[in-house]
C-alpha cells in the first residue's frame, strides 16, 4: 500500500476479524474494497469511498444492506453471499449495479427481492442457496431487463415452478446463461415456442417438437446455401482459367460481361477438356528408392549387424529386419554372407603374413583365442564400412 492513502485503489482486509468499518475517511481514491471472512454486522463507515466500484463482503454476519446509500453512482460490483441477509433492501439505489452476488443467505420470500425489479443495470444475479420458495419470484427476474445471467439453484421454488427450465428462459427474454449451463438460441426459441402453445391452451411439447423441425430444416438450407456458394466460386475459379489460357472465345460477349453470369454452353467443352487432362495425369506415384541403397540395406540385415550400444538403429533398418525374420526364420544364422559382404571381408581374410613361401590357404588355423578376438576386430570394421555404405 503507499503511505499517503488517497493513492491506493485497493485495500485487502480479509479475515482480520474486522467487527466495525472506521478511519477509511482518507482513503478517498478506493475502488476495490475486499471484506471477506470478517465479523461485520453493518457495512456503514464507506461513507468518503465515493469512487467505489467493488465491494466484497461475503462470508460475514450482515442482516441488512445499509451504508450503501451514496454509492448508488459509482458501485458496480457487490458480494454480500454467506451472510444473513433475510431480504435486499437498498439495492435500487445502487443506479450502477452490475454483479450482485446474495447466495447462501436467508431469503425466503418473493418480497425479500422485490427491490430487483428497480435494478436496471444488473446482468449477473446470483441468488442460489437460499430459501425462496415463492413461484411468484419469477414475476421479478422476469421484469429486470439486462439479466443476462441467474442462477437460482439449491431454492426450493425451483422445484415448484412448472417445467423451470423453460420457463425461466421464455420468461427472461434476454438470459444467456441459467445454473449450470448456458441459454443458446435454439434452446430459446424451443421455450418460446412450447410457452406460446401453454398460453393458449395447446399442446406444448407439440409446438416444441415443431419449432425443432424448423431449426433443423433452418440448418439443412443453411448447408445447402454454403454448399452453393462454393460451388459457384469454384465453377468461376475454373472460368477464370479458360479465359487466362485461352481456351473460350468471347468476342461475342461485351468486354464488361461477368463470367458467372455468360451461358453455360460457353464454357462446356473447355471444360471437358481440362477435366480430361486432369484425369490423365493420374495418381501421385512416390520416387522409387535406389536399387543400391536397398541392396546395402539387406546386405547389413543379412549379416546381423547391430549398432554399438547406447545407440539406436534406424527404423528402416528395423523394419527390414522384422519382415525378413518373418519370411526366413532367424536372420544371419545359416545365410551365405552376400556378395557386397564377401568383397569387404576379403581384405580381412588376406591380411596375415604368410611364412616360409607358403600360400595363405596353406597357413594353419589360428589359436581359439586370437581367432575370437579376430572375428570380432573383423565384425565391427564390418559394421562400420556397411553403415558408411548405406
Same mark, same amino acid.
Given at each position: 500500500?503507499f503511505?499517503?492513502?488517497?493513492?491506493?485503489?485497493?485495500?485487502f482486509?480479509?479475515?482480520?476479524g474486522?467487527?466495525?468499518?472506521?478511519?477509511?475517511?482518507?482513503?478517498t481514491?478506493?475502488?476495490?474494497?475486499?471484506?471477506?471472512?470478517n465479523g461485520?454486522?453493518?457495512?456503514e !463507515?464507506?461513507?468518503?469511498?465515493?469512487q467505489?466500484k467493488?465491494? #466484497?463482503?461475503?462470508?460475514?454476519? *450482515?442482516?441488512?444492506?445499509?451504508?450503501?446509500?451514496?454509492?448508488?453512482d459509482?458501485?458496480?460490483?457487490?458480494?454480500?453471499?454467506?451472510?444473513? @441477509?433475510?431480504?435486499?433492501?437498498?439495492?435500487?439505489?445502487?443506479?450502477k *449495479?452490475?454483479t450482485?452476488?446474495?447466495?447462501?443467505?436467508?431469503?425466503?420470500?418473493?418480497?425479500?427481492i422485490?427491490?430487483?425489479?428497480?435494478?436496471?443495470?444488473?446482468?449477473? @444475479?446470483?441468488?442460489?442457496?437460499?430459501?425462496?420458495?415463492d413461484? +411468484?419470484?419469477?414475476?421479478?427476474?422476469?421484469?429486470?431487463?439486462?439479466? &443476462?445471467? *441467474? #442462477?437460482?439453484?439449491?431454492n426450493?421454488?425451483?422445484?415448484?415452478?412448472?417445467? #423451470?427450465?423453460?420457463?425461466?428462459?421464455?420468461?427472461?427474454?434476454?438470459?444467456?446463461f441459467?445454473?449450470? &449451463?448456458?441459454?443458446?438460441?435454439?434452446?430459446?426459441?424451443?421455450s418460446?415456442?412450447?410457452?406460446?402453445?401453454?398460453?393458449?391452451g395447446?399442446?406444448?411439447? $407439440?409446438?416444441?417438437?415443431?419449432?425443432?423441425k424448423?431449426?433443423?430444416?433452418?440448418?439443412?438450407? +443453411?448447408k445447402?446455401a454454403?454448399f452453393?456458394?462454393?460451388?459457384?466460386?469454384?465453377?468461376?475459379?475454373?472460368?477464370?482459367?479458360?479465359?487466362r489460357?485461352?481456351?473460350?472465345?468471347?468476342? +461475342?460477349?461485351?468486354p464488361?460481361?461477368?463470367?458467372?453470369?455468360?451461358?453455360?454452353?460457353?464454357?462446356?467443352?473447355?471444360?471437358?477438356?481440362?477435366?480430361?487432362?486432369?484425369?490423365?495425369? !493420374?495418381? #501421385?506415384?512416390p520416387?522409387?528408392?535406389?536399387?543400391? *541403397?536397398? $541392396?546395402?540395406?539387406?546386405?547389413?540385415?543379412q549379416?546381423?549387424?547391430?549398432?554399438?550400444?547406447g545407440?539406436e538403429?534406424?527404423?528402416?533398418?528395423? %523394419?527390414?529386419r522384422?519382415?525378413?525374420?518373418?519370411?526366413?526364420?532367424?536372420?544371419?544364422?545359416?545365410?551365405?554372407?552376400?556378395?557386397?559382404?564377401?568383397?569387404?571381408? %576379403?581384405?580381412?581374410a588376406?591380411? +596375415?603374413?604368410?611364412?616360409?613361401g607358403?600360400?595363405?590357404?596353406?597357413?594353419?588355423?589360428?589359436?581359439?583365442?586370437?581367432s575370437?578376438?579376430?572375428?570380432?576386430?573383423?565384425?565391427?570394421t564390418?559394421?562400420?564400412?556397411?553403415?558408411?555404405?548405406?
Amino acid at each position: 500500500m503507499f503511505t499517503t492513502p488517497s493513492l491506493n485503489d485497493k485495500m485487502f482486509l480479509n479475515n482480520k476479524g474486522i467487527t466495525m468499518l472506521q478511519n477509511l475517511e482518507e482513503f478517498t481514491g478506493l475502488k476495490a474494497l475486499f471484506l471477506e471472512g470478517n465479523g461485520l454486522e453493518s457495512l456503514e !463507515g464507506l461513507q468518503t469511498l465515493t469512487q467505489l466500484k467493488c465491494l #466484497y463482503a461475503q462470508k460475514n454476519f *450482515l442482516h441488512q444492506l445499509d451504508g450503501l446509500e451514496h454509492l448508488s453512482d459509482t458501485l458496480d460490483t457487490l458480494n454480500v453471499s454467506n451472510n444473513r @441477509l433475510e431480504a435486499l433492501e437498498g439495492v435500487s439505489e445502487l443506479a450502477k *449495479l452490475a454483479t450482485l452476488q446474495a447466495s447462501h443467505n436467508q431469503l425466503a420470500t418473493a418480497d425479500a427481492i422485490e427491490e430487483l425489479r428497480d435494478c436496471k443495470n444488473v446482468s449477473v @444475479l446470483d441468488l442460489s442457496q437460499n430459501k425462496l420458495d415463492d413461484v +411468484a419470484i419469477v414475476d421479478t427476474l422476469a421484469a429486470m431487463p439486462a439479466l &443476462r445471467v *441467474l #442462477y437460482l439453484s439449491g431454492n426450493p421454488a425451483v422445484s415448484k415452478v412448472p417445467h #423451470y427450465r423453460k420457463t425461466m428462459v421464455s420468461r427472461c427474454k434476454g438470459l444467456t446463461f441459467l445454473d449450470d &449451463r448456458p441459454v443458446f438460441e435454439k434452446e430459446r426459441r424451443c421455450s418460446e415456442a412450447w410457452a406460446d402453445a401453454v398460453a393458449r391452451g395447446e399442446d406444448g411439447i $407439440a409446438a416444441e417438437r415443431a419449432m425443432r423441425k424448423t431449426i433443423v430444416e433452418e440448418e439443412d438450407a +443453411a448447408k445447402e446455401a454454403n454448399f452453393q456458394f462454393m460451388k459457384k466460386m469454384r465453377e468461376g475459379s475454373r472460368r477464370r482459367r479458360l479465359v487466362r489460357e485461352g481456351r473460350v472465345d468471347l468476342s +461475342a460477349f461485351p468486354p464488361d460481361a461477368a463470367l458467372e453470369d455468360l451461358p453455360d454452353e460457353v464454357f462446356t467443352s473447355a471444360l471437358a477438356e481440362v477435366d480430361a487432362e486432369d484425369e490423365d495425369v !493420374g495418381e #501421385y506415384i512416390p520416387p522409387q528408392e535406389p536399387p543400391e *541403397l536397398v $541392396a546395402a540395406r539387406e546386405a547389413l540385415v543379412q549379416s546381423g549387424w547391430r549398432p554399438p550400444a547406447g545407440e539406436e538403429e534406424p527404423p528402416d533398418i528395423t %523394419a527390414l529386419r522384422a519382415r525378413m525374420m518373418s519370411g526366413m526364420g532367424s536372420v544371419g544364422a545359416a545365410t551365405p554372407p552376400p556378395a557386397e559382404v564377401a568383397a569387404i571381408s %576379403a581384405p580381412a581374410a588376406t591380411s +596375415a603374413p604368410a611364412t616360409d613361401g607358403a600360400s595363405v590357404g596353406d597357413c594353419a588355423p589360428a589359436a581359439d583365442g586370437a581367432s575370437a578376438a579376430e572375428s570380432a576386430q573383423e565384425e565391427a570394421t564390418l559394421g562400420d564400412e556397411l553403415s558408411d555404405v548405406d
